[in-house]
């Protein structure tokens, strides 16, 4: 059980998107310029909040509540980018971070702003519940990954950070800009925010996700707009002064390749004057995928893309990066720290997981009565990428106790689950479905629907579960097999559905292994490897 295939690891390298350097240049213009194929990144990075410091450029995105969280990601050409680290390990405003009382499912960390000031990196969030406070971190080097939060101030929404000129601090969320004390800590002036801008007669629906730049002594706030009954759109607003007026120009409505209407990012410029924008595209199942489009200035207003739309291919005037480690990654488990691209579902019992325990494998121990996976602490997971990925873990079953739950799920407000299943001596390995229904406010889990599919009865204590997605147009489809040999495969369920839903988790499908008790804590599971294929045939 503990030979492993390395094919899914090489074909994994490289990793980011579908961007492949296939075009033809010549060794000189290679050097110095760098392809791209929109998405950048096929996979769940939204919120875009992007600062540079030099060559080097750091990226922000939501993953509410998963932990650690507000990941940060490096690359030096815009295209490929690498895991970097995360601001915080936990959050621990009120017990549902835990799951402990409720849940804290779309909330979370989200929307982040990043900034580089003066040698030192900035983040801004606010997370959209109790005590409704924003965190302010600050580092000297986001690679080493030691934030030192400054402050907890009041609640900014969408919110993003500007440093003027003058090292005065502001903040804009939506049509409003305040200012804060040189500490972060107290807002200046109006406690409500300064009006930068009447919305317009047509803006009567969302209009959301701030990202402030300073060009030219010129201050543009890039946000989107969703009229009711119109299509979601990129705004840009632009003003003299950092108070106002604004007056506003609509910069981009774009269903690229058939999804829906790209929108909400940032504007970047690199040393050497060029401008891009990174925006994110919903795109069902997967998430929100980030893309590229380079940016001209015209009248003093930024033009993006091509007559409006987004370009499928083109060239950044950057030479190519190599990231270190990728957004997406298949782990042995035979390092004495978890892979950076891990996340838990909510705060992790630290006391009930290990990679000590066994050599080269992952424990993961019972630690609390649940029914229910949305319930269970220790669900560790790994975004679902696109067009296709497909995902293996192989789990030793011996130290399962009556009750246990545990298994592989393409995890989201629907669900599905490869579960093996203790009862008595006896272990069953099932295909169910689990559908959360969570309290608007609270978002507490007020039912889950189970929809058990088929069940096998176990005879090994070893067993090999696979998922694989399509994320294609039209498709957002996952089949599910195992195997005992990792040879003989069956498939137990095909074309199960993975939805995105906004009301409910808020995020693209992960690949999640879980372990949870019914019955009575002690059990655990050992997790010999997780390994990905972004690319399956």
Do not use: C
């Amino acid at each position: 059980m503990k030979s492993k295939n390395t094919s899914y690891i090489v074909s994994f390298l490289g990793f980011i998107g579908m961007n492949l350097f296939s075009a033809q240049v010549n060794p000189a213009q290679k050097q110095h310029t760098t392809k791209f194929t929109n998405p950048i990144i096929w996979a769940d990075a939204p919120d875009l909040s992007v600062t540079r410091n030099g060559d080097d450029f750091y990226l922000i995105s939501t993953t509410m509540h998963l932990m650690p969280g507000a990941p940060v990601m490096h690359s030096k050409d815009l295209v490929h980018w690498e895991m970097s680290g995360y601001v915080f390990n936990s959050l621990n405003d009120n017990s549902k971070y835990d799951l402990l009382d409720g849940t804290v499912y779309g909330r979370g960390q989200w929307a982040s702003s990043i900034r580089f000031h003066k040698g030192k990196y900035y983040v801004l969030f606010s997370p959209n519940d109790e005590p409704f406070q924003s965190y302010f971190y600050v580092t000297d080097n986001p690679e080493k990954g030691k934030w030192k939060l400054l402050t907890r101030t009041r609640h900014f929404h969408d919110a993003s950070l500007l440093f003027d000129d003058d090292d005065r601090v502001y903040v804009f969320t939506s049509n409003k800009v305040f200012e804060l004390s040189p500490d972060f800590k107290e807002v200046i002036g109006n406690p409500d925010g300064t009006v930068v801008f009447e919305k317009d007669s047509s803006e009567t629906g969302l209009l959301e996700g701030n990202q402030i730049i300073k060009k030219d002594g010129k201050y543009y706030m890039m946000m989107i707009s969703w009229p009711k009954g119109g299509k979601r759109r990129q705004e840009v607003y632009r003003s003299d002064k950092v108070t106002g007026p604004y007056e506003r120009k609509v910069i981009l409505e774009d269903n690229f390749l058939g999804f829906s209407y790209a929108g909400q990012g940032a504007l970047i410029d690199d040393k050497n004057g060029n401008w891009y924008s990174l925006i994110f595209q919903d795109r069902g199942g997967v998430g929100r995928v980030p893309i590229i489009i380079p940016v001209k200035w015209e009248n003093e207003w930024p033009v993006l893309g091509e007559n409006g739309k987004v370009p499928l291919n083109g060239e950044i005037s950057l030479p190519p990066f190599k990231p270190k480690n990728n957004i997406v990654e298949s782990d042995e488990f035979s390092d004495k720290k978890l892979k950076i691209q891990w996340q838990w579902n909510h705060n992790p019992v630290n006391k009930s997981w290990s990679l000590s325990d066994r050599n080269g494998f992952m424990r993961l121990k019972t630690s609390r009565v649940v029914d229910n996976m949305y319930a269970a602490p220790n669900t560790m997971t790994q975004r679902m990428t696109g067009p296709k990925s497909s995902a293996v873990i192989a789990l030793d079953l011996k130290e399962m106790k009556d009750g246990d739950v545990a298994g592989f799920s393409a995890f989201n407000g629907d669900s599905g689950l490869l579960s093996v299943i203790k009862e008595g001596s006896q272990k069953f390995l099932t295909f169910s479905t689990n559908q959360v229904s969570l309290d608007s406010k609270t978002k507490a889990i007020t039912d889950v629907k189970k929809d058990e599919k088929k069940r096998i009865l176990l005879n090994s204590d070893k067993i090999f579960l696979r998922i694989d997605a399509d994320f294609n147009l039209g498709k957002d489809l996952a089949n599910f097999s195992y195997s005992t040999d990792q040879k003989n495969w069956t498939e137990i369920a095909k074309d199960y559905k993975l939805i995105f839903d906004y009301r409910r988790l808020f995020m693209g499908s992960k690949f999640a292994i879980f372990n949870y008790a019914t019955k009575s804590i002690g059990g655990s599971v050992d997790i010999d490897f997780f390994r990905v294929d972004k690319s399956p045939e």
